[in-house]
């Protein structure tokens, strides 16, 4: 066998023999392709070399050595008992593990002509440990790279759907849209759910998937940050900019839907307005796609879901600052925001046309309690009904000068609560119920063995019963997270929400 160094080995070149580890593994078949990734792989499992055959027969004298060592019959010590099994050749047991050899069964052995005996490697001694542990995780990047979605001409926003003249985008003329009861919103086409990347929920992500994940969404903040910069500073913003920030989000949500919500479960309080917006459109497009929409209509709920609070930018600011109570006054200031909004969008040219409706609807509630106009749910455009659940949500799980923020499953339980006052749609709280789970995805849990685990991916079945990743046990983090699928049977369950006190760590923690 002929000893390669694995710096030597060329990535990418298609292998001319197979590879072999020192434990008779075989790592590489030949014709095969190392990546660089994977040379760097066994470089970290302290796999510095490894074995290329030069025949057949060298190749199965390394294998019986790679199990076996040889040991000398005059070796043998007459006074201590042996520490391990003891072989012939062809691997019957010839002593047992605890005998002491003493000459007379040395001179017997003599007798029938066996010398050379053979005592199995251990495996710490083949190094099985290392080779195992490489295996898993060249397995691990080895698996397929999520794709992104391939956007068509028929994908994007036509120009019927979109508002031809923005002079027309007036408190008025909305108004005037849901006097007339058209509203259009059923999902229609091929569902988006349906080019969702499956994942299987039990396996940890790949590093540089994290990596890119995370490169991705800061990429799309800091296109919001412009953005809503822009429109703060009462500039006209080109449609393509904001359909870029959705069609990016879209993107997230079809590689990963389980990790974007947990990447906006992180709540950032400062500059509320602009995470807002892009949460509130993240858990908008989640929503639409759980209840079936097609790419072109989550598009378009996440436009507008984007810009729905956008009016709040001329709220007075020592009025969204303030710790306490609102005045009467200061209540109908921030209860303008909707129609301010209207006037905000006006400098979106060619934006969709339900954007106004979502933007003026947003804070009207099923039963008539909301705001600007206290309308019937019926009147209510289902991409605003969609739009109000995500608003609700965010802006609880968020801090606030006025509160604290509440738990993600204390948000939620309070949504069932506003469905059961019929506030909300109950279509579209079930929705959410299905996407992020009762306990959502990316917050933390204790478990019925006092574990810490952090949700992972709902469980569209049974909503307490999510896939979850356990991070610490008996108050001890663990090295690495633990997968658990709650629904696939088992004692294990979750006790209760918790925070994440002393666990608080990156976006994908757990994933
Ligand atoms: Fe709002």
Redesign the pocket.
């Known amino acids: 066998m002929r000893k390669v160094p694995v710096q030597g080995l060329r990535p990418e070149e298609r292998l001319p023999d197979p590879l072999y580890h020192r434990s008779g593994t075989r790592l590489y078949d030949r014709g095969e392709r190392l990546t660089p990734e994977e040379v760097e792989l066994l470089a970290r499992h302290r796999i510095s070399e490894v074995h290329v055959p030069a025949s057949d027969e060298d190749l199965a004298g390394f294998l019986c050595e790679a199990q076996r060592r040889v040991v000398r019959l005059e070796d043998l010590d007459e006074r201590t008992p042996l520490t391990s099994d003891v072989f012939d050749a062809d691997g019957t047991l010839l002593l047992s593990q605890g005998v002491v050899v003493h000459q007379a069964m040395r001179d017997k052995l003599r007798e029938r002509g066996i010398t050379t005996l053979y005592i199995r490697r251990s495996s710490a001694e083949r190094g099985l440990v290392e080779v195992q542990s490489f295996e898993a995780d060249r397995a691990v990047i080895r698996r397929p790279r999520p794709k992104l979605v391939r956007w068509e001409a028929a994908d994007d926003l036509r120009p019927e759907d979109r508002v031809a003249d923005s002079a027309q985008v007036t408190e008025e003329a909305v108004q005037r849209q849901v006097e007339s009861g058209r509203m259009e919103g059923s999902p229609e086409g091929e569902a988006l759910a349906r080019h969702l990347v499956e994942r299987d929920p039990l396996s940890p992500r790949r590093e540089d998937e994290l990596r890119e994940r995370n490169a991705d969404l800061e990429e799309t903040a800091g296109r919001v940050h412009q953005v809503y910069t822009a429109l703060e500073a009462g500039e006209t913003v080109d449609s393509d900019r904001v359909t870029d920030i959705t069609k990016r989000l879209i993107n997230a949500i079809v590689a990963d839907h389980s990790l974007l919500l947990a990447q906006v479960s992180l709540k950032h309080p400062e500059r509320y307005l602009l995470h807002h917006a892009f949460n509130t459109a993240v858990y908008a497009s989640n929503i639409a796609t759980t209840l079936g929409y097609s790419k072109r209509q989550v598009l378009e709920i996440a436009y507008g879901a984007f810009l ?2 956008v009016g ?1 930018i001329q709220v007075p600011a020592e009025v969204l600052r303030k710790p306490g109570r609102l005045t009467p006054g200061e209540r109908r200031e921030v209860e303008r ?2 129609v301010h909004g209207i006037n905000y969008v006006q400098r979106v040219p060619l934006l969709p046309s339900s954007t106004p409706l979502v933007v003026y609807q ?2 009207e509630r099923m039963d008539k309690g909301g705001y600007p106009r206290g309308r019937p749910g019926q009147l209510v455009h289902p991409f605003a009904r969609i739009s109000m659940v995500a ?1 609700v949500y965010d802006a609880l799980t968020t801090d606030r000068p006025y509160r604290k923020a509440l738990l993600p499953y204390q948000s939620m339980e309070t949504l069932l609560r506003l469905v059961a006052r019929k506030q909300l749609d109950a279509r579209v709280v079930r929705a959410f119920l299905v996407c992020n789970s009762l306990f959502p995805v990316g917050s933390h849990v204790i478990l019925s063995d006092d574990s810490v685990a952090r949700v992972t991916r709902a469980n569209p079945e049974v909503h307490t019963r999510p896939v979850v990743a356990i991070l610490a046990r008996s108050g001890r983090r663990l090295e690495a997270p633990e997968l658990r699928d709650l629904g696939a049977g088992g004692d294990l369950q979750i006790v209760r929400a918790t925070a994440p006190e002393g666990l608080e760590g990156a976006a994908t923690d757990g994933f």
């Open positions: 729905q609070d709040m925001h909707p947003h804070h608003d």
